[in-house]
């Protein structure tokens, strides 16, 4: 960084330092954890309505209030995930692998300490390498092209294998299954209607939130309600790992840099949202951490470091091509615009120059607000981890609620909740049957990315594209993640009838 750039991060920390700012960015923060602990509802529908109560404010107040709850809903997100299975936020559904096992056994303190703390080291991250890379990010956002976003969306798609545990016959078949969900709705290119069933509701597509609730939640407090147990028994443990789970993180710290590197990159792509994400951070580590593919989905909390360092590190990735191109990272970025058209602030080449003091108070309140959270999420750890150990009669009304309401703001038609309905049955059937659920909501995310990018790469470049560099090394790494698995199975199983014997039985 060069002098000018150091000259306006300084006087950016400085503007921040202000009382009444810092007061607006830790506000900001208390409702992002809210947002976060409350199902389905996230920090996208909590952005868009604070937008107007920043009216009058000056732009670096208004952005640390608007940043402090985007940066930390995602912190809050893996409270409700570990401690009953119900992911907060679509960023969050993989926490739901490695922390409700954790608390299940106990150790709901030690996986929420991990959460928090590999929140905060990724959330620093993200705000780090937005700082350094705006002034040289322009050149390489610019080479990504639709081709590249199809491969990246090939290679996530190729993670299906790799999240099927023993299973990868299984895995790719749900996330078939997922890519034939992702199709209904309106074709984007000629307007048909496919599978809709004369259905309005269903003109847009299924919605995500009630999918991930209906798969992931719902199953859970049916298990819940069937065993008539509390989630965990065992309260000295649960207090006893909090900084246990923080020692955790500095363990595996460079597990938590890798993770946190993932997420600022893909948040920096437009289209990559956090649905997609935290499974590629999950789907890394399971592939190069030692002992993963045994442990992890057992309660490993090397899979909550991963998932949780790369959910809070996308959003200073997704600031970027927002502040640099006017393009939202995701879709809180996009709600994001709006504030900066409030405030007289056009994205762009001006952010970088004449309104870069501006733009480095964001790296500022990402940061901030990062620390705020995680620590006020410590500093009521125990009471959230104590919630575990409440009896199911007093957990089950509640959360239901919470969960149909989640589920309701979607798009806030009744729908969302046959939707959910749906996939709860389709989620309990595959949890009871041992078929894995992350391929298929995988494949239901990165579904209409793929689609949307290969028609625009072969109405552009014809079939060329396939042979654009970029392209061919995320083709080759996505065919080594898919048959990687396969070959495992092949040879653990003795050959294709093992495979198959194993495809049809319980696993």
């Known amino acids: 960084m060069d002098a000018g750039l150091l000259d306006a991060a300084w006087h ?23 947002l976060g602990i409350l199902p389905g509802i996230g920090g996208v529908a909590g952005t868009a309505i604070l937008i107007p109560f920043t009216f009058g404010m000056d732009p670096v107040t208004a952005f640390a209030f608007l940043l402090g709850l985007a940066s930390t809903t995602a ?11 119900i992911p907060g936020g679509a960023g969050s559904a993989a926490t739901v692998l490695d922390g409700l096992p954790m608390a299940r056994r106990g150790e709901a303190g030690r996986a929420l300490s991990a959460a928090y703390m590999s929140s905060l080291l990724g959330g620093l991250f993200g705000a780090a390498l937005m700082a350094v890379s705006l002034p040289l990010i322009r050149p390489l956002v610019l080479a990504v092209g639709s081709p590249e976003l199809l491969a990246l969306a090939v290679l996530g798609i190729s993670m299906v294998a790799v999240l099927s545990g023993n299973t990868p016959l299984r895995g790719l078949a749900a996330g078939a299954v997922g890519l034939l969900l992702a199709m209904v709705g309106t074709d984007p290119q000629t307007g048909t209607q496919r599978w809709t069933q004369d259905s309005v509701y269903l003109w847009e597509g ?6 991930v609730l209906g798969l992931f939640a719902l199953p859970e407090l049916c298990d819940l309600a069937i065993s008539r147990t509390a989630i965990s028994g065992k309260m000295f443990e649960i207090r006893g790992g909090r900084w246990e789970g923080a020692k955790d993180c500095f363990r595996h710290w460079w597990l938590i840099l890798r993770c946190s590197w993932i997420g600022s990159f893909f948040g920096a792509i ?20 030692r002992g993963a593919q045994q442990s992890f989905g057992t309660g490993d909390v090397r899979g909550v470091i991963a998932s949780e360092s790369a959910n809070n590190a ?52 990402i940061a901030l607000a990062n620390i705020a959270g995680a620590g006020l999420c410590y500093l009521f750890s125990s ?24 589920a309701f703001s979607g798009s806030r038609q ?49 079939w060329d594209w396939l042979t654009r560099p970029l392209v061919l090394v995320l083709f080759g790494l996505a065919l080594v993640g898919l048959l990687r698995p396969i070959a495992q199975d092949w040879r653990s199983q003795g050959g294709l009838r093992g495979m198959l014997r194993g495809f049809g039985a319980p696993a």
């Open 12 to 34: 950016a920390l400085l503007a921040m330092s202000e009382p009444a700012r810092l007061g607006f960015l830790f506000l900001g923060a208390v409702l992002g954890l809210i």
């Open 75 to 85: 912190t809050g997100d893996p409270i409700p995930a570990i401690l009953f299975g």
């Open 206 to 211: 299924i919605p995500l939130i009630p999918v």
């Open 270 to 289: 437009p289209g990559i949202g956090a649905a997609i994400i935290d499974w590629l951070a999950y789907g890394h580590a399971l592939r190069t951490e």
């Open 314 to 365: 996308k959003e200073g990735g997704a600031l970027v091509p927002t502040i640099a191109f006017g393009v939202p990272g995701s879709a809180g970025m996009a709600v994001l615009i709006g504030a900066f058209a409030l405030h007289g602030l056009i994205p762009g080449p001006e952010m970088l120059t004449k309104n870069l003091q501006v733009t480095y108070s964001m790296v500022w309140s």
């Open 383 to 406: 009471k959230f981890a104590w919630l575990a150990t409440l009896r199911y009669t007093l957990i089950l009304p509640s959360v239901l609620a919470i969960v149909y309401v989640g």
């Open 414 to 462: 009744w729908g969302d909740l046959f939707v959910l309905l749906a996939f709860g049955l389709l989620g309990w059937g595959m949890k009871q049957l041992k078929w894995p659920r992350p391929p298929l909501l995988l494949g239901f995310v990165l579904g209409d990315v793929f689609e949307r990018y290969m028609f625009i790469s072969v109405e552009r470049y014809g």
